[in-house]
């Protein structure tokens, strides 16, 4: 079965929990300190959807293959990678350097890409992370000029950041987005890959300040939703005129499990294309907008299905 959509959909990835080692883990999209929290905020589709404050739907996906590299980020579709806290004293390389220079290097290949670094991990951008005291930061003059800061969910002035050790940013190539009580960056963009750079993960945490559930509750929350709509912003490319853009995800109906499966796309002329799923089934096509297509897949073990 396929479903259409003309909705663009950002595919923020992720690294799962399940790699952290250390007794305090759950720094990331399905941890415990975010899925009860900034996950549901970035899947209601009143914030992300097309009914929503920002007109695209975001799907988290995990980068489960290890090691993480170019290839498995672009199998992966990626157009954002979300970095939280994987560090583990007895073994602080559970994220490798090797994986980070990739998701680095991902980002250079074009400026739509966008990762969002925490913590320790900014040392392959060339940030070091250090710890204070201090639990509110405020946007900065180019803070405040940025849709971070002033974006579709709202302005933030100032925001909390919380949990045990309060880390900041020393170093790197930044423009410095908001600073701690002490004048110490907290948040930064990343000149060289356009990346942004968060000096503590729990800005983005329950533990920080993300309230739970799925609504836009506080500062933190809104500056949570405009990092993820900047991303959005991004990615979005224009749609020729004439043209629509149509996403598909293909999978089995009875049991809703993903499909891995060619699409050809035909034209009443009798002109036809085809053009494959992702791992996830999902791919993305652009159409004329006054055509009638028909579309079939091909997939082993099944009859071919048309619509």
Not at 141 to 153: Q, V
Not at 180 to 188: F, R
Request: glycine share 8%; hydrophobic share 40%; charged share 20%.
């Amino acid at each position: 079965m396929i479903n259409i959509s003309n909705a663009q959909t950002l595919r923020v990835c992720y690294i799962p929990d399940a790699r952290s080692t250390y007794q305090d883990h759950g720094y990331t999209f399905d941890g415990q300190y975010m899925a009860g929290s900034g996950a549901q905020k970035l899947l209601n589709e009143e914030n992300f959807g097309s009914k929503g404050i920002v007109k695209h739907k975001v799907t988290l996906v995990a980068l489960s293959d290890i090691p993480i590299s170019l290839s498995t980020i672009s199998k992966a579709n990626c157009g954002a990678v979300f970095v939280g806290m994987f560090y583990n004293p007895q073994s602080p390389e559970v994220i490798r350097v090797s994986e980070l220079n990739a998701i680095r290097d991902w980002s250079l290949q074009k400026k739509e890409n966008l990762a969002v670094i925490c913590e320790s991990h900014a040392a392959v951008w060339g940030y070091e992370r250090m710890d204070s005291e201090s639990k509110i930061s405020m946007a900065t003059g180019e803070g405040e000029k940025t849709k971070i800061f002033d974006g579709p969910f709202g302005k933030v002035p100032r925001f909390v950041q919380g949990g045990h050790a309060i880390g900041w940013l020393k170093g790197g190539a930044p423009v410095i987005l908001s600073k701690n009580e002490q004048g110490n960056t907290s948040m930064a963009f990343d000149k060289v890959t356009g990346d942004i750079i968060l000096g503590d993960v729990d800005i983005l945490t329950s533990l920080g300040g993300i309230s739970p559930g799925e609504s836009i509750n506080n500062n933190n929350d809104i500056l949570f939703a405009n990092i993820w709509a900047y991303a959005q912003e991004l990615t979005k490319k224009p749609i020729p005129p004439g043209k629509v853009k149509i996403a598909f995800r293909v999978f089995d109906k009875i049991t809703s499990d993903k499909i891995v499966a060619p699409v050809i796309i035909t034209d009443k002329a009798v002109s036809s294309i085809e053009i494959d799923s992702d791992s996830s089934g999902i791919t993305s096509v652009s159409l004329n907008n006054k055509q009638v297509y028909r579309f079939q897949i091909r997939a082993a073990g099944y009859q071919d299905y048309f619509t």
